[in-house]
T-cell receptor
């Protein structure tokens, strides 16, 4: 029940296209949904995040759409560029004792943007 | 921009040996975490640490694992007797408060021979 399912596993898009990565969860205790971008040899870097009281959040070319009733959320990248080629992880956060947040990650999507 | 730093970047150890992975979280952060990522798999939570004690640990974090904040800046993960299956990338993360985003280091690749 603490799983986050992410799809697709890999995605190839032409430059300028709009890749969409989807995630689904079961546990309604999740209260924070970040997306991380990871380049080879680097740690996950926070890209954008949303809380369940909001249905959409946009930061630059990145948009999260959130559907609370369906327990699904997705990342859209507008006007994608070759530099966006990376692995993207969705995550969901559960509050722990003393308020710490435990992140549960999806499987990751390897995104390739072709020039 | 402040960042989480981890050392070493790559650690090679014989099976059965002890290993200590080191992290320097962002200086004013109060919550500290360890995650691991086996090659090609997702990032998995290991342990959270706040106010000098463990808040929660996963089933992966068995008696062979321990964490410590020995001084005001370092946060360490110790594996007492390493196994082949401990080979993975280990990430340290920190956050300012419980509700603030977690910032990750670039990880330590641990290879057990």
């Amino acid at each position: 029940q603490q799983q986050v399912k992410q799809s697709p596993q890999s995605l190839i898009v032409q430059k300028g296209g709009i890749p969409i990565i989807n995630c689904a969860y079961e546990n309604t205790a999740f209260d924070y949904f970040p997306w991380y971008q990871q380049f080879p040899g680097k740690g996950p870097a926070l890209l954008i995040a949303i809380r369940p009281d909001v249905s959409e959040k946009k930061e630059g070319r990145f948009t999260i759409s959130f559907n609370k009733s369906a327990k699904q959320f997705s990342l859209h990248i507008m006007d994608s560029q070759p530099g966006d080629s990376a692995t993207y992880f969705c995550a969901a956060s559960i509050s722990l004792i003393q308020g710490a947040q435990k992140l549960v990650f999806g499987q990751g999507t390897r995104l390739t943007i072709n020039p | 921009e402040p960042e989480v730093t981890q050392t070493p970047s790559h650690q090679v150890t014989q099976m059965g040996q002890e290993v200590i992975l080191r992290c320097v979280p962002i200086s004013n952060h109060l919550y500290f975490y360890w995650y691991r990522q086996i090659l090609g798999q997702k990032v998995e939570f290991l342990v959270s640490f706040y106010n000098n004690e463990i808040s929660e640990k996963s089933e992966i974090f068995d008696d062979q694992f321990s964490v410590e904040r020995p001084d005001g800046s370092n946060f360490t993960l110790k594996i007492r007797s390493t196994k082949l299956e401990d080979s993975a990338m280990y990430f340290c993360a920190s956050s300012l408060t419980a509700n603030q985003p977690q910032h990750f280091g670039d990880g330590t690749r641990l290879s057990i021979l």
